[in-house]
């Protein structure tokens, strides 16, 4: 059960959430000023953020925005705010 915890609840920093979604520093910067990327610990100057929940919500976020929404409507349907 710990190993699924442990995958379940891994940490990915801004740098790699960069690479592996091919997205801006500038956008993750945004996204977390927005609300919709929540940072999970920060050490230093490094932001990591939940690995799941990345995937997850830039996956929803994509999606949202091809279908013309906008990113204040996008964090009301993400957040329920």
């Known amino acids: 059960m710990s190993a699924k ?3 379940r609840n891994k940490l990915i920093p801004a740098k790699d959430i960069i690479t592996k979604y091919n997205i801006s520093y500038h956008t993750i910067n ?3 000023d927005f609300g919709l990327l929540p940072i999970a610990l920060k050490k230093g100057n490094v932001r990591f953020y939940n690995a ?3 995937k997850q919500r830039l996956s929803k976020i994509s999606k949202l925005a091809s279908e013309g929404y906008s ?6 349907k993400l957040l329920g705010v």
């Open 71 to 76: 990113l204040r409507l996008i964090r009301k």
């Open 52 to 54: 799941t929940q990345v």
């Open 30 to 32: 945004h996204y977390t």
């Open 5 to 7: 915890r442990n995958k």
